[in-house]
């Protein structure tokens, strides 16, 4: 079976501090997804990966960053946590078949964070 | 505004019975698929239908896609409580990006 890892399920930090979130997958996926997930939002796409090192701006990247040094895992950073980033963060993978076009994601398990 | 939309937002029904949820969407795709989610949880894929399908099942799911209506439609037949979920349908539009709705909450009642 696919496996999205993501590092915590809960988190709990501070205005200000610098926060990770981590992501790991087991398939050899060459494309990794962040999204946050807010009540009535949808999902939204903060930054994604199509190889190592490389990355791209999804629809909501301020404030976020992103880094990519292994094929299977891909960490999002917020480089200075604000009460607006509380939200469920959500990772996700993909495999690139020749075409792009039938490639399912899956998803971790999610990562809840507060910012107080 | 979301490229993909559900309605309804929310759906409240019998075990037993058949849920449909529809999603909209605004610009040309290359594939429509619908995940779900269970309540604190990631989402699991469901199913996947190409532009160039019009129907597709999977167990009590079905599927159809309109691309000159730019919509799609989600059939659960005979719905148990475990499918109380919320049920996403996400597009393709080319290249890496899948863009989710907001989602319908699905609840089935015992």
């Known amino acids: 079976d696919v496996k999205v890892t993501q590092s915590s399920r809960y988190l709990v930090k501070r205005t200000g501090e610098k926060v990770f979130l981590e992501c790991v997958q087991d398939?050899?996926?060459?494309?990794m997804f962040w999204y946050r997930q807010d009540p009535g939002l949808g999902l939204r796409l903060i930054y994604f990966?199509?190889?190592?090192?490389?990355?791209e701006k999804g629809d909501i990247p301020e404030g976020y960053s992103v880094s990519r040094e292994k094929k299977e895992r891909f960490s999002l950073i917020l480089e200075s946590a604000s009460t607006n980033q509380t939200s469920m963060y959500l990772c996700?993978?993909?495999?690139?078949?020749?075409?792009?076009?039938?490639?399912?994601?899956?998803f971790g398990q999610g990562t809840r964070l507060t910012v107080v | 505004s979301q490229q993909g939309e559900e309605d309804p937002q929310a759906l409240s029904i019998q075990e037993g019975e058949n849920a449909t949820m529809n999603c909209s969407y605004k610009?040309?795709?290359?594939?429509l698929q619908w995940y779900r989610q269970n309540s604190g949880r990631g989402l699991v894929h469901l199913i996947l239908i190409r532009s160039n399908e019009r129907e597709k099942h999977s167990g009590r799911l079905r599927v159809t896609l309109d691309t000159s209506k730019k919509s799609s439609s989600l059939l659960i037949t005979a719905s148990r409580a475990a499918d109380t979920a919320s049920y996403f349908c996400?597009?393709?539009?080319?290249?890496?990006?899948?863009?989710f709705g907001a989602g319908t909450r699905l609840f089935v009642k015992a």
């Open positions: 996700a993978s993909s495999s690139r078949t020749g075409g792009l076009l039938d490639t399912e994601a899956f």
């Open positions: 398939m050899d996926h060459e494309n």
């Open positions: 996400a597009t393709r539009t080319g290249g890496f990006k899948t863009i």
């Open positions: 610009t040309s795709i290359n594939n």
């Open positions: 990966s199509y190889d190592v090192k490389m990355k």
